[in-house]
């Protein structure tokens, strides 16, 4: 499955954005998927993760209460949406895949989107 990520961009603090994740080449509704981010020198972080059905989500406590996963299978795609975003949420953000059920560890996840820029000035 090839994933493209896509709805960054800059937003002062307080503010919102919703990023995209678009799937082709499988049957996406069998993909568990999980948005990811990664800060300039540091690791790449767990944000969020939804199951295959849209029923179930999980999120890092950073962003909990403010950051909510949907998706839409019929569009074969996975949404992030951001609210009250503070310059600590500045990074990359990455969606990712699997076959399998979710998952909040990186190494998991077999199929990954090209990132998307989210820069949170204060």
């Known amino acids: 499955v090839q994933l493209q990520a896509s709805g960054g961009g800059l937003v002062q603090a307080g503010g919102s954005l919703r990023l995209s994740c678009v799937a082709s080449?499988?049957?996406?509704?069998?993909?568990?998927v999980g948005w990811f981010r990664q800060a300039p020198g540091k690791e790449r972080e767990f944000v969020g993760t939804i199951n295959w059905g849209g029923g179930y989500q999980r999120y890092a406590d950073s962003v909990k209460g403010r950051f909510t996963i949907s998706r839409d299978n019929a569009k074969n795609t996975v949404y992030l949406q951001m609210n009250g975003l503070n310059p600590e949420d500045t990074a990359v953000y990455y969606c990712?895949?699997?076959?399998?059920?979710?998952?909040?560890?990186?190494?998991?996840?077999?199929?990954w989107g090209q990132g998307t820029q989210v820069t949170v000035s204060s």
């Open positions: 990712a895949a699997r076959r399998e059920g979710i998952h909040v560890s990186a190494v998991e996840y077999k199929y």
């Open positions: 080449g499988r049957t996406f509704s069998n993909y568990a």
